[in-house]
């Protein structure tokens, strides 16, 4: 790496596994919008270029994180690194990288950054971004091991409100953002692994153009930042995605931006695992 400036991009490339695995899927069919999701997880690693692997303001250097990155494949990675962020294509990713776990009922539990409820009916085998949370549920993830956080005004039907609510899903708006930490640590009581869905039209239209979902009322960058670092740093979480921004609709690559420090904060809040608790004063 650089000495004098180190990139992210470095540090995503280092290939020193055993801490966090990092894999594209570029996926965009059956989006209920059509836009260009399949160009993210390029376009996210290019803009890692321009970012530091430093966090300045919590003193956290990411070239102490061992990082593996398995490429683009658009395959599901297995989710047996400590922690696996899946850098999307849009909204499905999750459906399809958490589906197939062996232990999906038993174990899992998941946690959404989201304007939309995603739980809209879908044909088989097309599950797509509108349905990836109705789907999982489908496939045996237990709806009570389910919290929604950032759920947007004007952005879901009624007829998807109630469903979540019939299930006992626990939905929470964007005023609800600074209660990650405490849902996360709720969720774990109940669930042995976590995943975290970070959809970044969670954020307000004015910080995510590149979001076709993404409308006026949602929460800030710090606060994605914040939430996401906080998932990194939860011991129960052991994935994390990115999803739903199209780089082709992104002026001055703000939302691609938003996209990459997602990654990052997530990481950084990984770095916090290993460090030893401070003795009391």
Not at 1 to 10: G, H, K, L, Y
Not at 193 to 205: A, G, H, M, N, S
Request: with cysteine; glycine share 8%; charged share 20%.
């Amino acid at each position: 790496m650089s000495q004098d400036w180190p990139t992210a991009a470095e540090w995503l490339g280092s290939a020193t596994p055993g801490g966090i695995s990092v894999a594209g899927m570029p996926l965009k069919r059956h989006a209920v919008s059509m836009a260009d999701y399949d160009k993210a997880p390029s376009a996210i690693r290019s803009r890692l270029k321009k970012l530091s692997s430093f966090h300045g303001e919590r003193e956290i250097d990411l070239t102490a994180v061992r990082v593996n990155d398995l490429g683009d494949s658009g395959l599901a990675p297995p989710l047996d690194a400590p922690l696996t962020i899946v850098l999307g294509g849009h909204n499905a990713v999750t459906y399809h990288a958490l589906c197939s776990a062996p232990d999906l009922r038993e174990s899992w539990g998941l946690l959404t950054l989201d304007a939309h409820h995603d739980v809209r009916k879908y044909a088989p085998g097309a599950v797509g971004n509108g349905s990836p949370v109705r789907a999982l549920i489908d496939a045996g993830l237990r709806p009570r091991n389910v919290v929604q956080v950032g759920i947007h005004g004007f952005s879901n039907a009624p007829a998807d409100r109630a469903w979540c609510l019939d299930r006992k899903v626990t939905v929470v708006g964007p005023d609800g953002i600074g209660r990650v930490p405490d849902l996360l640590d709720d969720l774990a009581s109940r669930c042995e692994k976590i995943y975290v869905d970070v959809d970044v039209d969670v954020l307000d239209r004015a910080f995510a153009p590149g979001c076709p979902g993404a409308r006026p009322g949602g929460i800030t960058p710090r606060e994605l930042f914040a939430a996401c670092f906080a998932a990194g740093a939860h011991p129960a979480v052991r994935a994390i995605d990115v999803v739903e921004v199209d780089p082709t609709a992104d002026p001055a690559f703000v939302t691609v931006d938003a996209a990459a420090l997602a990654l990052l904060n997530a990481a950084a809040g990984f770095a916090t695992r290993a460090r030893p608790p401070r003795a009391a004063q």
